[in-house]
């Protein structure tokens, strides 16, 4: 007679990618919060926040002169690699509702 209840079973394998999904995740969460007005913000990610498609805020919102600067990460002067504060991007956002 076996006894059940001391007896593990292996985790299935979708048991198993679970596992190892919420341990990623708790190891994101775990990491120390960026504050906004430090952190930097892709084109895909500040068009997110915006509710537009990438193209529709580098060609009609990011060449505007009132939007923040961008700052070019790039590793070379030909490379282009912008990011936006997320903090100035929010910020903007807020005074055009005002307007």
Not at 19 to 47: C, Y
């Amino acid at each position: 007679m076996t006894d059940t209840a001391t007896t593990k079973e292996q985790p299935s394998t979708a048991e198993s990618a679970l596992i190892e999904r919420l341990d990623t995740l708790i190891q994101t969460l775990q990491m120390p919060k960026i504050p906004k007005n430090k952190e930097l913000w892709n084109s895909a990610q500040a068009s997110n926040y915006l509710g537009l498609s990438k193209n529709k805020f580098m060609y009609s919102v990011a060449c505007k002169r009132t939007f923040p600067k961008p700052r070019n990460v790039g590793d070379s002067i030909n490379s282009t690699n912008y990011r936006w504060l997320a903090g100035e991007v929010m910020s903007w956002a807020e005074a055009q509702k005002m307007r």
